[in-house]
């Protein structure tokens, strides 16, 4: 059956630290990937798009990458601050015309001071 | 990036009462939006996807009588919760696509009392 997981549903990290949350699949096959935060009681916000012929994606303290083999990717934040606290979602996308989207059911992460 | 528009952020109605919410584009045209119901720690359920002017395409075990989707213009979404009950209480998210990404509206925040 097909399946997104992300690696724990809740994550605390202390301010500074690098958080690393991780998004598995089974049975897809995305044109690729993408990575939304999300704040209580507020739409998601894109962050980062990975696209299936890429490794590894930045932005600011921001990293992605993404291993098609393993059906994995990995979403890094360097330097975390309290600011960074918020539920973070994984996406795949199932087409390249941005028309069918699967979400992963997030982790919510705490960058405590 | 693009803004999508959802109104009300909020909205508390009687139980058999009727409910209107409305997603925009506001600076650009969407020929595809989609609504989302989101449960308390759980991800994006994807209810239908609305084609302006034409019929919304809904997801499995969404009752489209229920929940009806109207895409009027290029700008306009509208989903209506008819006869609302208790169980239908809960987070809806509209957004619309460019350019690979998608975009969220704030989201509503039902309560059906």
């Known amino acids: 059956s097909q399946k997104i997981e992300q690696n724990s549903e809740a994550l605390n990290i202390q301010e500074g630290k690098t958080a690393t949350l991780t998004c598995n699949y089974t049975?897809?096959?995305?044109?690729?990937l993408q990575w939304y935060r999300q704040d209580p009681g507020r739409g998601p916000v894109f962050l980062l798009l990975?696209?299936?012929?890429?490794k590894e994606k930045r932005k600011e303290r921001l990293k992605v990458t993404f291993d098609t083999t393993l059906k994995q990717s990995l979403f890094h934040i360097t330097a975390s601050q309290p600011a960074d606290s918020a539920t973070y979602l994984c996406?795949?996308?199932?087409?390249?015309?941005?028309?069918?989207?699967?979400f992963g059911p997030g982790t919510r992460l705490s960058v405590l001071p | 990036g693009a803004v999508v528009s959802q109104h009300p952020s909020w909205v508390i109605c009687k139980s058999g009462t009727s409910v209107k919410i409305e997603c925009r584009s506001l600076?650009?045209?969407?020929?595809?939006m989609f609504w989302y119901r989101q449960f308390p720690k759980q991800s994006l359920m994807l209810m239908a996807t609305?084609?302006?002017?034409?019929?919304?395409?809904?997801e499995q075990g969404v009752e489209k009588d229920k929940f009806l989707i109207n895409h009027a213009s290029l700008t306009l979404s509208t989903l209506t919760v008819t006869s609302a009950h208790p169980e239908d209480s809960s987070f809806y998210i509209c957004?619309?696509?460019?350019?690979?990404?998608?975009?969220f509206g704030q989201g509503t925040r039902l309560t059906v009392v």
């Open positions: 996406a795949l996308a199932m087409d390249n015309y941005g028309q069918n989207f699967v």
């Open positions: 990975i696209r299936e012929n890429e």
């Open positions: 049975n897809y096959s995305p044109a690729y």
């Open positions: 957004s619309a696509t460019g350019g690979g990404e998608a975009f």
């Open positions: 600076d650009f045209q969407a020929t595809t």
């Open positions: 609305s084609n302006e002017g034409s019929k919304a395409t809904y």
